[in-house]
């Protein structure tokens, strides 16, 4: 939550700065603002607002000239989205930004308030610069840093200026995300690789507590006890282009319509010679044979790719799995040891309460890996496996591609976990592959109805409420559908196992209210077909997906969206997804909403 960057070398570090605001503007979008030394001073434009608010006001006021500098996109925690709770914040002699939460600002506060200092705004972050500014009696920016660094409580990602030294950059973090991007004589700190990946595809990870220095075309690197440490320079695999929206009005469908290649590239990742294989990430078959139990720990949609991977493994593995919340997970003190393996699940690799989930699940000794799409993320490098998916840049704050490689990648998983455990052989887990292989053409072929997904959001545009029903894999599906549709709509929308509603939400059921119906499953289509006709006869409007060919009785069905696949039953998921992903979409265009930007939302939710 909150993108940071900051820029110093030869070029007009406002452009450079809101250039790399906007690739971050998913991260938070209620304020902005930037600070850039011109002329020996700190010169700073910051405003309540989107970054379109922040663009006007430069245009209105000039932007600052000069090449060094620091911004900030921001998603308010503490204190609401209004210019003075904007950052960049300066007290004393210090001007800093922040993505994260300063859990004991309170008491700081006033502490700080007793030594004389005034605050201007309601937010934690203020108190950091007064702490820098308080920790700078000596006039030594390491050292007001490393005393600084020491009393705060939380998770921080700080860009700071010091107004003594002109053209310097000072950046350090602790649990939450910071990258130095290494470019030509130029630096630049951000959130997300994206932000500078028009510049320079070389980047250096800090670690927590680690200090940066820029200054001068050079960067120096320092532990929290000010010593220098040397760090390694890692490629971005990431191109410029697969961060931009190469020509589609959002992000969201852009991130849609790249499904069939990012699946394609995911499981050619981790297919070798026919059957899957995680050997490269240290999720060998013994590891598999020794594990008793699994946990799924995650949020969101993350968390809904978890409930598809407990009906894989569990149906064929025959290992049984609990999904939990991770927010849950972190305080309920589970039942987990060391024959146990905990799925941590995230696109973005940083949020607060999986990455919390991993750290407990390592200390009651379980095994744990993780499923992420950004490379080297605080939860990549914490897990003791990782398996990275090949989203690339997922921009849009509802998740889409990245669920997608997700259950691909946890399909392949429940496949080699059976085979290693006995419960299939060879031949089968090769069928198996070869099936799930089939998901890039699935999904290409539900991506040709984008009409037909236009024409059922045209039929949801003015509804108050919605259900998704569902049985077994459909039923885990339901729920992501749901969520995606009530994220980016503002429709209230929940999802139920369709054999559920009858036990107290069918009383919601009357005249008109839709009721999407995914049905694929054969095994359960005769239950599903009568629970549809159970709202059906309440007056429901009723949506199905299902399988090309599926028959309903007369009036079962309102909207009938085919899905046509090769794809088995327990696989169609990965492409069923596409068409709630469409429906989705173009409800919240016909709504007026923007949907890579829906309202409280944030990508990357690093607080808890
Ligand atoms: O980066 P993560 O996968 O850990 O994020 C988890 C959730 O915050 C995320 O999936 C969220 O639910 C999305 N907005 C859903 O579209």
Redo the contacts with the bound molecule.
């Keep these: 939550m909150c993108g940071i960057v900051g820029y110093i070398g030869k070029r007009d570090c406002s452009d450079v700065l809101m250039d790399g605001l906007e690739k971050l503007e998913y991260r938070g979008y209620d304020s902005a603002g930037i600070a850039v030394f011109e002329n020996g001073s700190i010169k700073t434009v910051k405003t309540r607002g989107k970054l379109a608010c922040m663009k006007a006001k430069l245009d209105n006021e000039g932007k600052p000239l000069g090449c060094c500098g620091i911004g900030h996109t921001r998603w308010a925690t503490h204190g609401e989205p209004s210019d003075i709770n904007s950052h960049p914040h300066s007290n004393g002699r210090v001007t800093i930004v922040h993505n994260g939460i300063i859990e004991n600002y309170a008491e700081l506060k006033d502490f700080l308030k007793e030594k004389g200092y005034v605050f201007l705004s309601q937010t934690d972050s203020e108190v950091v610069a007064c702490l820098l500014d308080y920790y700078y009696s000596e006039r030594n920016p390491l050292k007001a840093i490393t005393e600084t660094v020491k009393e705060l409580r939380g998770s921080f990602a700080l860009g700071i200026l010091f107004k003594d030294f002109p053209d310097r950059i000072y950046a350090v973090r602790k649990a939450s995300p910071l990258i130095v991007g290494k470019g030509d004589g130029e630096f630049f700190i951000a959130s997300d690789i994206p932000a500078f990946l028009k510049y320079t595809k070389e980047y250096i990870l800090l670690d927590d507590d680690e200090i940066v220095c820029m200054e001068n075309g050079k960067a120096q690197f320092f532990n929290v006890h000010g010593i220098e440490v040397s760090k390694e320079v890692h490629t971005a695999e990431w191109d410029v282009e697969q961060a931009q929206k190469q020509g589609f009005p959002h992000y969201m469908l852009k991130e849609i319509h790249e499904q069939p290649d990012v699946a394609d590239k995911t499981l050619k990742a981790v297919i070798k010679n026919g059957v899957p294989d995680f050997s490269d990430a240290g999720f060998t078959d013994d590891i598999m044979r020794s594990i008793k139990k699994v946990f799924v720990v ?5 968390m809904h790719a978890g409930i598809i991977a407990r009906y894989a493994v569990e149906k064929l593995a025959r290992i049984p799995v609990t999904v939990e919340t991770a927010s849950e997970f972190r305080y309920m003190d589970p039942i987990v040891g060391k024959d146990d393996l905990v799925i941590l ?4 690799g940083e ?1 607060a309460d ?1 990455k919390a989930g991993l750290e407990l699940a390592k200390e009651k000794g379980a095994k744990t890996l993780a499923i992420v799409n950004v490379k080297y993320s605080a939860i990549a490098r914490a897990a003791d496996m990782c398996i990275n998916t090949l989203a690339g840049p997922e921009i849009a ?3 889409t591609k ?1 669920y997608t490689v997700q259950i691909a990648v946890l399909y392949l998983i429940a496949f080699r976990m059976a085979f290693a455990n006995g419960n299939i052989t060879e031949e089968e887990l090769k069928a198996l592959t070869k099936e799930i292989e089939k998901a890039p053409d699935a999904i290409r072929n539900i991506l040709k109805k984008e009409d037909e997904c236009r024409f059922i959001a045209s039929r949801l545009v003015n509804v108050e409420k919605l259900f998704f029903i569902g049985r077994g894999f459909d039923y885990a599906l339901s729920l992501e559908g749901s ?2 549709l009530k ?1 980016i709509t503002y429709i209230h929308s929940d999802a139920y196992a369709a054999g559920e509603l009858k036990h107290g939400t069918i009383s919601l059921i009357e005249e008109g209210v839709p009721v999407i119906t995914i049905a694929t499953q054969e095994s359960v289509l005769p239950k599903t077909i009568s629970n549809m006709e159970e709202v059906k006869a309440r007056g429901a409007t009723v949506i199905a997906l299902a399988r090309k060919g599926t028959k309903f009785a007369e009036n079962t069905v309102d909207i009938l969206f085919e899905i046509d696949t090769e794809l088995p039953d327990m696989l169609t998921p990965l492409a069923t997804v596409c068409g709630l992903q469409l429906i989705a979409y173009y409800t919240s265009v016909l709504r007026g909403i923007d949907p890579d930007k829906p309202r409280n ?1 944030a990508k ?2 690093t607080t808890e």
């Design positions: 995650a949020c969101g949609t993350s699940i995230s696109q973005s949020t999986t704050v509802a998740s990245a969520l995606k994220e939302l990357s939710v």
